[in-house]
């Protein structure tokens, strides 16, 4: 069984930095995308940022793109989500995801077959 583990969520004032990790234990994680998605009271899990399986293609939303950096490290099974310059509206519940076997849309919810249990981000004005 695929277990995925979120940590490095906390409070960080506006303008500051987080640095998220998912550990991945139990099954393919190197042979795999990855995926963070986050999710605020009353709103949708949206896609965050993707990875493909050997870490040269990456993607990003575009509330995102120049502030957060998805990186994976296929040797410790872990993927980490670098998030600079944040803003208020960045708070939310961040999931990591492993992407199935096929991942064609890796912003799509649908191409992830198991997530962890997330990591709440707090960020003030």
């Known amino acids: 069984q695929v277990q995925l583990v979120e940590s490095g969520g906390g409070l960080v004032q506006a303008g500051g930095s987080l640095r998220l990790s998912c550990a991945a234990s139990g099954g393919t994680f190197s042979g795999r995308g990855m995926g963070w998605f986050r999710q605020s009271p009353g709103k949708e899990r949206e896609f965050v940022a993707a990875?493909?399986?050997?870490?040269?293609?990456?993607y990003y939303a575009d509330s995102v793109k120049g502030r957060f950096t998805i990186s994976r490290d296929n040797a410790k099974n872990t993927v980490y989500l670098q998030m600079n310059s944040l803003k208020p509206e960045d708070t939310a519940d961040y999931y990591c995801a492993r992407g199935s076997y096929f991942y064609s849309d890796p912003a799509s919810t649908r191409e992830y077959d198991y997530w962890g249990q997330g990591t709440q981000v707090t960020v003030s004005s």
């Open positions: 990875v493909r399986r050997n870490g040269g293609n990456t």
